[in-house]
T-cell receptor, first 114, second 111 residues
Framework: NAGVTQTPKFRILKIGQSMTLQCAQDMNHNYMYWYRQDPGMGLKLIYYSVGAGITDKGEVPNGYNVSRSTTEDFPLRLELAAPSQTSVYFC?????????????FGSGTRLTVV | EDQVTQSPEALRLQEGESSSLNCSYTVSGLRGLFWYRQDPGKGPEFLFTLYSAGEEKEKERLKATLTKKESFLHITAPKPEDSATYLCAVQAPNTGNQFYFGTGTSLTVIP
C-alpha cells in the first residue's frame, strides 16, 4: 500500500496563478482532509470530505476549493494565488470519525507564492 | 480561543535522559486526544489515541497518559532517533470532523 500520495512535493507560484494539489489514497478511507501548516502554528483544516461527492469547509477555506469525485482522490484547487497561501499543505485520510485510529498523512506539498 | 497548547516548544535531551512533553486542552467532552510524530520534511505519523482520563498507551520508549485537562508524552531513555516534533490533537464533540492541533514540541536527543 502506498498510503496517501501527494503531488507535487514543491511548487513556486506567481501571485494570481492557479494550481491544483493532488492527493490520492489507496486504503479505501471514506474521510479525507486538507490541512495547511505554517511555522509556529498548528495544522489548520482547510476542507474535508466524508465520501465521494460530499465536501465541507474547515477552519480556513477562503481561497481554496475541493472536489471528491472518487473515494481515492481529493484534489485541492488554489485560485488566484496570494502570498498568504505560502505554506506546507498536507492531505490526510481516515477510515471514519470514531475509533482509535488517527489520520494517515501524505508527505506534504511545499508551496511558495511570490 | 486556543484549544490545544503544547509545552515546551523545544526540548534538548542527552541520550538516556528521560523527560515529558505536555499537551493541555480546553475542550469539554473530549472525543479523543491524538499524538503524532513529525520528522522534518514529512507528514505527521500517528502514535496514540487516548479517550478518557486515566488511560495510558505505550510504544517502545514512549508512554502517553491522559487527565481531564492535559496529556503527557513520557520519553524514557531517549535515543537520537527519537528526535522529531511531537504533535498533539484533540477531537471535540459537535465539531464535525475538526481536529485541533497544537503547535508541537521539537525534541532533540543528543548522543
Amino acid at each position: 500500500n502506498a498510503g496517501v500520495t501527494q503531488t507535487p512535493k514543491f511548487r513556486i507560484l506567481k501571485i494570481g496563478q492557479s494550481m491544483t494539489l493532488q492527493c490520492a489514497q489507496d486504503m479505501n478511507h471514506n474521510y479525507m482532509y486538507w490541512y495547511r501548516q505554517d511555522p509556529g502554528m498548528g495544522l489548520k483544516l482547510i476542507y474535508y470530505s466524508v465520501g465521494a461527492g460530499i465536501t465541507d469547509k474547515g477552519e480556513v477555506p477562503n481561497g481554496y476549493n475541493v472536489s471528491r469525485s472518487t473515494t481515492e482522490d481529493f484534489p485541492l484547487r488554489l485560485e488566484l494565488a496570494a502570498p498568504s497561501q505560502t505554506s506546507v499543505y498536507f492531505c490526510a485520510s481516515r477510515y471514519g470519525t470514531g475509533g482509535p485510529y488517527g489520520y494517515t498523512f501524505g508527505s506534504g506539498t511545499r508551496l511558495t507564492v511570490v | 480561543e486556543d484549544q490545544v497548547t503544547q509545552s515546551p516548544e523545544a526540548l534538548r535531551l542527552q541520550e538516556g535522559e528521560s523527560s515529558s512533553l505536555n499537551c493541555s486542552y480546553t475542550v469539554s467532552g473530549l472525543r479523543g486526544l491524538f499524538w503524532y510524530r513529525q520528522d522534518p520534511g514529512k507528514g505527521p505519523e500517528f502514535l496514540f489515541t487516548l479517550y478518557s482520563a486515566g488511560e495510558e498507551k505505550e510504544k517502545e520508549r514512549l508512554k502517553a497518559t491522559l487527565t481531564k485537562k492535559e496529556s503527557f508524552l513520557h520519553i524514557t531513555a531517549p535515543k537520537p532517533e527519537d528526535s522529531a516534533t511531537y504533535l498533539c490533537a484533540v477531537q471535540a464533540p459537535n465539531t464535525g470532523n475538526q481536529f485541533y492541533f497544537g503547535t508541537g514540541t521539537s525534541l532533540t536527543v543528543i548522543p
